[in-house]
């Protein structure tokens, strides 16, 4: 028998290894999603795609048997793939870890076999030329200046399958020429959804939102988007060669002619056919759309014009390029490439560098925008060093020729950068314009994507902040200054950007800023920031926080509805002072929401609405129940959103009546509401449904409804509004058939809401029939005046309307 010491762990270590094991476990369950798949926190929704099918395809279960833990470890990956790659439950995660994913409890349990992670999943990632859109991107993508085919595919359709290696040739043939794009309907159902697709695949034309419904192979495909470029090439011969190359809008610009076919030829004869060392008809179109603006595309027929080409010592056939028209005697330079693609990007390598600003230039530049009213708005590409310009930026100058363009090199001054806020993440575009300040590009470097940003960011005030303007002058100056705290990388945040442009042109009496989080890590954690994008509106010098904007109108609205609030934020002793200890004659109506619940978010651009709607009526307010938990424990509000009525007639907390509604819509809080405001209509129950109305000698108006009926609750306001109109003609009343359900079934309800008049009995003590009659145009607009010719023109004496038979 061995000793006791040899047999038996000492107890001291015994418990020193459990709370290891503990804190190990814990660790693991806690460990971070984007650890989890390897990313970066400003990964974009390609970056996590990717990340976790490399994870995927080593730790799926079907490739791990013999790991009893396989598919838990799964599991967590791909609960860190699923919350990810949601731009929404990523905004959640962000700002409060897991604790925000409560709702979401037990939704990642399932998962793919690996054959799908291996043949279907992330079907167009690797594949430079197409671009794979989701919802956060979307709108902004397509909608914009350039021509988009966009293939709308399921991983689960064999149709999409067959189709894909199609498409990826023919985004190859037209790189350049269009935008081709591809959408994951089994990730993006909404946005299908949205944007009409009912099979699959299914091709878009956008911005115009039209159905490819041609042959989907490559010749067709790619003959139907040369069709939908609008593009200019010039035929040239003899007649009116010196008229087009050197008229005025003409002489000073770059030029590529295709010479088809050998001068030898007879004068007069066509060439029907390209001759090799020139460009056919489609790959001219191409071209044109590839070097849109910025160099024209001419033909010459050398049979038919055999004099025009034997005099610039064209021999045979080629293409040539000319810086100007005027080089045209010089021969120009001859390319030998076949590709349009190549030849447009050996076209590019010719034209000039933009100029580059020194130091002093580029801040005389910006002193100039800021006091002058006469200088042009500048766009600048600051690169890392010199060489690091790219080909499209020699577009620019022709897209932008109201502006000045011009590049820099942050080697020569990294101090200069550094004050713009500029970063490690170059090349950055940015536009300076008239009045100081300056904003970036965040989107693709793409000539005509730069063009359309520095366009629209011409009248908007949205400029770019860092630590030197924090506290002054955004938070101590007293002024009301917008901030947008982002990370370039982030989907939602690209998406919003352009929204807060807008804003920011239509809200003149407000500052709008951006903050780059990836730059200025120390400043929005000292920010209290957590999740991208977050908007902070500093409203002298308090912070209100959202995290949940869609657009520029919404936006504006939360900026209106801050400075002039009509929801009122209840701390513990303004809730105790307000709604506890209220007046007798004050109705209160209070949202208890968490921050990073889903609803609650979804509804506070509704309750602000509603606040508005009320107009004073009664008194609207909200709590934050994460950062007054105490209050919401204390109320026994035990989820969210939570909203509750402390009617008039009442103090205290202990009376309240819940908002139970399907819907949480404006106009079913407002028919909720008037449950509790004094109303001209009167409410009927079984009891005195047939002495107050059937044998009423007055006219009455009823409503059937039901309160779990979101159509119902809606229409309360209308009918508040035709009650009001019609008082002293009409009575007004409703009966809740759920409450009353042999009364409305006796009137022969049908349907919610149910109107019907009743016009009143002749003879008092008399009985009107149950069903009345029937009332289908229910709008105010239709029945105040349909009532008011009916019975304010023909009352007798009694008060009540004859009886026109």
């Known amino acids: 028998m061995g000793s006791p010491t040899s047999s038996r762990m000492p107890w001291k270590a015994t418990i020193l290894i459990a709370i290891i094991l503990v804190t190990l476990v814990g660790m693991v369950h806690s460990e971070d999603f984007y650890e989890l798949l390897g990313i970066e926190r400003d990964a974009d929704a390609k970056d996590i795609r990717r990340a976790f099918k490399r994870l995927a395809l080593t730790m799926h279960p079907d490739k791990n048997q013999h790991d009893p833990k396989a598919h838990d470890k799964f599991v967590r990956i791909n609960r860190a793939y699923e919350v990810l790659k949601d731009d929404e439950l990523r ?41 794979t859109l989701s919802k956060s991107d979307f709108e902004q993508s397509v909608f914009g200046e350039d021509i988009w085919i966009v293939n709308f595919y399921s991983p689960r359709c064999h149709h999409c399958h067959d189709l894909a290696p199609t498409w990826r040739e023919f985004a190859k043939e037209v790189e350049g ?14 946005l299908c959804t949205a944007q009409g697709v009912k099979r699959f695949p299914t091709l878009f034309v956008y911005p115009k939102h039209e159905e490819y419904t041609g042959t989907r192979t490559l010749e067709p495909l790619v003959k139907f988007a040369l069709n939908l470029i609008d593009v200019t090439i010039h035929p040239l011969w003899t007649g009116n060669f010196k008229k087009v190359l050197f008229s005025d809008e003409s002489k000073n610009q770059p030029w590529l002619i295709s010479y088809c076919g050998s001068p030898t030829g007879t004068e007069g004869e066509t060439s029907d056919v390209a001759s090799v060392g020139c460009l056919d008809r489609d790959d001219q179109r191409k071209l044109a759309a590839i070097l849109n603006k910025v160099v024209n595309i001419g033909s010459v027929d050398c049979v038919a014009s055999s004099q025009l080409c034997t ?121 300076f314009r008239k009045g100081g300040g300056h904003e970036f590009h965040h989107g693709r470097l793409f000539a005509q994507d730069i063009a359309a940003f520095a366009r629209s960011g011409l009248n908007s005030r949205l400029r770019v902040l860092g630590p030197n303007d924090f506290p002054d002058p955004v938070i101590s100056s007293g002024e009301p200054w917008f901030v947008d705290f982002f990370s370039p990388h982030c989907p939602p945040c ?39 994008p977050t908007t902070v509106f500093f409203n002298v010098s308090k912070p209100h926080i959202n ?29 105790d002072r307000l709604v506890k200890n209220r007046a007798k004659e004050d ?16 509804l506070m651009p509704e309750w602000r609405k509603f606040a508005k709607k009320l107009n004073g009526t009664a008194h609207v307010g909200s709590v934050d129940c994460i950062e007054h938990a105490s209050l919401c424990q204390q109320l026994s509000v035990n989820s969210y959103p939570t909203i509750r009525a402390y009617p008039m007639g009442h103090t205290g907390t202990a009376r309240f009546s819940a ?74 009343g409703k009966i809740d058939c759920q409450s009353f359900q042999s009364t409305c079934m006796q009137a022969s309800i049908q349907a919610y809401p149910s109107l019907r008049i009743y016009k009143g009995t002749e003879t008092k003590g008399y009985s009107q029939n149950w069903f009345g009659e029937q009332v289908y145009q229910k709008e105010p607009q239709y029945l105040i005046p349909f009532l008011k010719q009916r019975y304010t023109k023909n009352l007798d004496g009694t008060g009540h309307a004859k009886d026109e038979l």
């Open 659 to 732: 908002y139970n509604g399907w819907n949480r819509d404006v106009m079913s809080l407002m028919g909720w509401v008037h449950n509790f405001l004094p109303s001209s209509v009167e409410v009927i129950t079984q009891n005195n449904f047939r002495d107050r109305v059937l044998r009423s000698t007055e006219p009455w108006v009823i409503d059937f409804y039901a309160p779990w009926c979101g159509p119902c609750m809606s229409y309360m306001p209308s009918l508040e509004e035709v009650a009001k109109a019609l008082k002293g003609y009409v009575r007004f």
């Open 547 to 575: 995290v949940g904007f869609s657009n520029s109108h919404a936006i504006q609205e939360f900026i209106e509805d801050t400075i002039n609030p009509k929801v009122v934020p209840l701390s513990q002793s303004l809730f």
């Open 91 to 131: 905004k959640k995660y962000d700002r409060f870890g897991e604790e925000g994913l409560k709702e979401q409890k037990n939704q990642w349990n399932r998962y793919e076999s690996w054959q799908f992670y291996k043949t279907e999943f992330g079907l167009y990632d690797e594949d430079p030329e197409i671009v």
């Open 587 to 602: 109705l209160w109506l209070v949202d208890f929401y968490a921050p990073w619940c889903g609803p609650c978010q979804a």
């Open 311 to 431: 005099k610039l010592k064209i021999d045979e056939s080629t293409i040539r390029f000319y810086q100007k028209a005027k080089e045209i005697t010089k021969g120009g330079k001859e390319l030998e490439l076949e590709q349009p693609k190549q030849i447009g990007d050996e076209i590019l390598k010719q034209l000039p560098d933009l100029s580059t600003f020194t130091s002093s230039q580029l801040q005389e530049a910006r002193h100039d925008l800021e006091v002058k009213g006469d200088s042009p708005p500048v766009v600048t590409y600051f690169m890392k060093q010199s060489g690091d310009d790219d080909l499209e930026l020699k577009k620019l100058p022709h897209l932008l020729t109201d502006m000045k363009v011009r590049k820099f090199n942050c080697s020569t001054d990294q101090a200069l950068c550094e004050d713009l806020y500029l970063g490690t993440h170059l090349p950055k575009v940015a536009l």
């Open 177 to 190: 020429v269009i935008r081709v794009g591809a959408v994951n309907c089994w990730d993006d159902r909404p």
């Open 494 to 532: 690209r998406q919003l950007l352009p929204e807060i442009r807008k804003a920011a042109s239509r809200v003149p009496y407000v500052n709008f800023g951006t903050v780059d989080c990836t730059t200025h890590q120390a400043l929005c954690s000292q920010q209290n920031i957590r999740s991208y």
